[in-house]
């Protein structure tokens, strides 16, 4: 199964997150994540949320060129936060694959014309 | 039976003699047996030999010495030729003369006359007349019927053609008489022209008797009409075969002449009543009366059994409104009752509500004092149009109960929202612009269970009912529609599997914005105190938001919803109609209006709207009336007695007659509603049979004159009708079939049948009813004759 690469770029103020479905299906504009004061992860939880429907999970990276990781204890919970999103979003990928495999074995037995 | 029935008659009938008066006239053999063998067959109840200017005494005395009981009645008649000498015409016309008088010996005095007078007058025998004048002087002390041919050959017009054509209708009109040979399609010419010379009161009856004989000139072929041999039209006349059923005839032709193809229509007499029998009755003579099937009137004095024999005829048919066992308490089991489809006796007969139209005395009244017309309605066969109107009131009494319902919710929902915290502490604003910070919560998406759970009833829905479609029996599809059925069910369960997927989806987008809060969730659990603050502060920003939103929203609908009510107004009207000239109107009038209603139930210092008024109750500036607090309950209770008048108004809409434009029941006086509503409920009802109790109680004499009795001639011919009457017009006018005299002798009824044509029940019928011997008098009297005399 491909995968999406999920790429971070760690700012002081911000972070950029960049989305490679790496077959070219599908192009996503990247999101920022302001982290100035208080994290709203909405707009990366919309992302996630339409990446369900083409069932890819996803790799991610963080790209920490000023080392902000290591230095910033908010920059850090937050990079640790996103992590265990992407593990929850992948463990639910996985979950929905292997009932839906199951699914259409079914309909395709309750639907004979569309074997025709 | 005891009744007026109708019967042949044929008095236009040659014998050989008037082969002695007209050369070549008769053709064949007479023989006066195959004459009466003719009659018999052909089932003629009454005649007359008819030679021309001669009688022929010899087959008179030979049919009256072999008369036996119930072979057809002879009476005396000869056809003249009569003269119109002062019109200085030579052509004379026939008419036929029968006389009251049935002995040999009249038979053998009236030819004497007859002879003793061409005599005199030196008549050739072939070439006999007589003038009017002289048919008057020599039968001046006869009761006789002068029938002249007023069509075809020898008709009596035409010796006055030209000379004095009204003398001639004049004369006509003032005689005992019927005109003969006139063609049906010239009748309706002939009335014309007699309508001319009417009083004004008379104009509008159609009463001039026309009746045809068969002329027959051959016995052998009895009954063609003439020597050529053409077929016979039999007429009857109704009653009993007598010279007076004649009279009675010619004084009321619409009612007792009819074409026998048209009686043999009429006595199709469906299930109507028969006859009852009574016996070992207590207070009722052992009898048995029958019943016409036309009009049968009850009459008798004070307390002699009329309104009885009413109830029991009721009874016995099971209708619901006779009052036999409230009223009289009498037991009537061993009665027994038969209609005309039933061979024996039985308890009763079972008729549907519809086929009855039964009015006890004095309902007709009460009908507008209960301000209910469905009895109407329901005779009138218009239930299903009754029950329609009621579902329309029924609807609108459900929707105003549903605004209402819809107020109260709205109420509570306000209380509810009035209860919120509308606060914003400045704890939370200081802890809002913290430096500190948290992870906001992940926004949940549109709950879609509700619209998911309609959508897999329509699939499911669908696919059970494609199923049911393709196996029912009553559809029987071919190939094609088989196969377009196929496609439809592989459609939608193609949409159940794309369904599917779409729930799929959905679920886990909550699930993955579930699992994410909930990390969300435990990372703020574990951030500064501050942060924690400054995230429940948020909260509650977010929480008075909502709050403030769901207040106006509220006061939103409230507002539009007490607008509804305030302008709500329940004038409605259904239409029933009855006939082209009566509508029966259901109507509800906005006698109270509902705004003003409910504010009545409240504490209310000034006036407001409703919807203020509401605001005000809701934040207990105000009260309800008479309850401890201002809950939704409580306005629920108020509103419901406040409103109760009006909602049971829904139940029960004024019913009234609409006449015209601006002309109801409601703008008219009882009496004169009375009369509209029995109009209206003989002409329109589907009913077989109808029952009245002395209708002329409620009743105009006017209407009954005037109205009344052309309704009930009219209806008796399609309907059976019994009717309790002390009014002699009702019985005389309306030309009753059967009467039935009740007496009651020292408390024994007793039911006898008489008729109108009998003379010595003429006398008895005029005992009874009060003004009978003048009514009789009158309606002998077709025309005005002095007024007459005088044109």
Redesign the interface.
Known sequence: MDTIKIKHNVDEERINISFDTQDGSFSFPSVELDIK??????EL?LK??EF??IKKSVEFEFIDSMDLLNTSS?IN?IK??LE??YM??NS?IQE?TN??GG?EDK?DD??P??NQ | MGYSDWFKVDLHIHTDYSKKTKTNDYQGNFDVDVLKQKLIDNNVKLFSMTDHNIINVDAYKAYVSNCKEGDPKLLIGCEFDIEVPESNKTITYHSVIIFENESIEDVELISKKIEELYTRKNSVITDRKITIDELYELFNSYNFFFIPHAGNTKSILDPYKGYDLKLCQQMVLLMPSAFEKVKESVRQHYNEGFDLLKTYDFQEKDDIPYINFSDNHNCNKYPCTNKDGDDHQFYCIKGQPTFESIRFAFIDPKSRIKKYSDVEVLQRSDNFIHSMQFHNHSIIEDQTIHFSPNLNVIIGGRSSGKSLLFNILGYKIGNVKNELLTKYKLDVSGLKIKSFLDIDFKDSISFNLHDVIYINQGDIVNYFEKNSLVDLIRESGKNDDYKTALDFFKVEKSNLNQLIETLVELYSELIDNLNSNFSLYNKDIESIFDDSYFFKPIDQITDKEISFSNSSIILETLLDNIEKFRNNENFNLDADELALTNKFAELVKYKKADFSTLQSLYHNRVELINRSNEILAKKNASLSLKSREKESSNHRLASLKSNVMSLFNILNRLQKHSEIIESYQYNFEKSIKISSEVDVVLELENFENVKDKILEGFVLTEKHSLYQTLILLASNKIKIKNLPDNSADNLKKKLSTQLKPIVEYFDKPIEYLKYAEENTSKNNSPGYNSEKYLETILKNGNAKIIFIDQPEDNLGNRFITDNLIDIIRDLKFQKQIFLVTHNPSIVVYGDAENIIMCTNIEKKITYEQFVLEDRVHQKEICDVLDGGHYIFDQRSRKYNIKKLLQS
């Open positions: 004061t208080d994290i709203d992860f909405n939880l996630l949320s369900i429907e908010k919970l640790v936060t265990e999103i929850n979003y639910l929905c009932v839906k699914e309909d309750e639907l014309f569309l």
